[in-house]
């Protein structure tokens, strides 16, 4: 092989592994190898004489390094680089001119103007005949999904290659006509027996999701996630809701205690004028333990509604059943109509449950609120009930 063209190919792989984005799966080193070798093996067999068959060399080497700059006109960056390197290995203007013609030759669409330009169309393309052609044809649909950022469907993908292969390829010279088109009819009836297959399929899967739709009861039967989704928020927001009670019945029972072990020890010695000097000190502490008592009691307080709903409301969805407060005062057989009605309408099943979770919400908010409150009360008052006797008794000390 000619220094020139070992040169050529020394420099275009160092080029294509360093600065070809790892997004190019099928036009790559392996891509370009391929079509050397099919731009050799053309030569060969159809007499191309040694200068013409060197530069077809070349061009093959060169016609996709445009890509590490731009996908859409790789050609013409393509002749860019190799007009660079060729002039640095002074190749003489004429010889450049017949290379750069060779690249913008493997452009879609364009037609060949002489024998040079059919072979390396045909090399470009003799993949379309090979044993690999489906593995290469998928390469080239991930490379295409990942540069247009959008998804081919199988049935799409199909048809856009099945048109290209039988309307707007065909090969050029008499060798690839001879030994590629076999191939490529092969490939062709390949996609279309995988078309048909997959026209097939779809038929079958619409006509099974028919036979489900027609056999489907009114009543649809919730998908898993979405019952575990709600099943395990709800009993989250129930144990939250108990250890809120839990808390405050905490706060209640030791105020409460707190309040009757002041009545009974510190309020009888308070007659006495001797010990006028706990009075203020008392009532701090009485007034913030009565405070925590009530604030615990209405962060346990339960809220009744109504208890009461219409088939207005059931028909206009505006009442969840799920919930006692809104059918506690309703007659079974009127409880058990709106039941029904709700379990007939998927989107009023999931919007109840939806109300439910949205409301238990509201009700933790509330008793989380007061209860923050509640132990705030609690912690100052027992901060400023404890300064108050301390102040008091110094006071006293002080005095005497």
């Not at 053309?42 to 016609?63: G, M, P, R, T, V």
Request: contains cysteine; glycine residues 2%; positive net charge.
């Amino acid at each position: 092989m000619n220094t020139l063209v070992l040169d050529a190919e020394k420099y275009v792989f160092n080029l294509l592994n360093k600065e070809l984005d790892a997004v190019y799966v099928y036009h790559n080193i392996t891509h370009t190898q391929d079509v050397f070798a099919y731009t050799t093996e053309l030569a060969e067999n159809l007499n191309i004489d040694a200068i013409s068959k060197e530069n077809l060399q070349l061009a093959a080497l060169f016609h996709d390094t445009g890509f590490i700059k731009d996908a859409k006109n790789h050609e013409s960056e393509s002749v860019k680089i190799a007009t660079n390197f060729l002039n640095e290995n002074n190749v003489d203007a004429g010889r450049v001119a017949v290379i750069s013609k060779l690249i913008l030759a493997t452009k879609m669409g364009n037609q060949p103007d002489n024998q040079l330009e059919q072979i390396i169309m045909d090399a470009d393309c003799a993949h379309l005949g090979s044993k690999s052609f489906i593995d290469k044809l998928e390469l080239l649909r991930k490379e295409w999904e990942s540069i247009e950022n959008k998804k081919f469907l199988d049935t799409e993908w199909i048809a856009l290659n099945i048109n290209f292969l039988t309307k707007e390829h065909k090969y050029h010279t008499d060798y690839a006509l001879k030994n590629w088109s076999k191939g490529k009819n092969k490939n062709v009836a390949k996609l279309l027996k995988n078309q048909h297959k997959i026209k097939e399929n779809l038929a079958k899967f619409n006509q099974k999701k028919e036979t489900l739709k027609l056999k489907k009861n009114k009543v649809e039967v919730p998908e898993r996630g979405v019952e575990t989704m709600f099943r395990v928020a709800l009993k989250n927001h129930m144990t939250l809701s108990n250890i809120a009670d839990t808390k405050a019945n905490i706060l209640l029972s030791v105020n409460a205690i707190i309040v009757s072990l002041a009545l009974s020890t510190l309020l009888p010695k308070l007659d006495k004028p001797s010990n006028s000097f706990l009075i203020i000190p008392t009532i701090i502490f009485i007034f913030f333990t009565v405070a925590s008592i009530i604030l615990s009691i209405l962060a346990t307080r339960p809220n009744v509604t109504e208890g009461k709903f219409t088939k207005e409301d059931v028909a206009n969805k505006k009442v969840n059943l799920l919930f006692f407060g809104n059918f506690h005062q309703m007659k079974l057989p009127d409880f058990e109509w709106g039941i029904q009605e709700m379990m007939q309408d998927r989107d009023y099943l999931y919007s109840s449950l939806t109300k439910d979770l949205y409301f238990l919400g509201l009700v933790l908010n509330r008793k989380y609120k007061i209860l923050r409150i509640t132990y705030t009360v609690f912690m100052i008052g027992i901060i400023v009930s404890v300064l108050a006797f301390v102040i008091s008794f110094y006071s006293l000390d002080t005095a005497i």
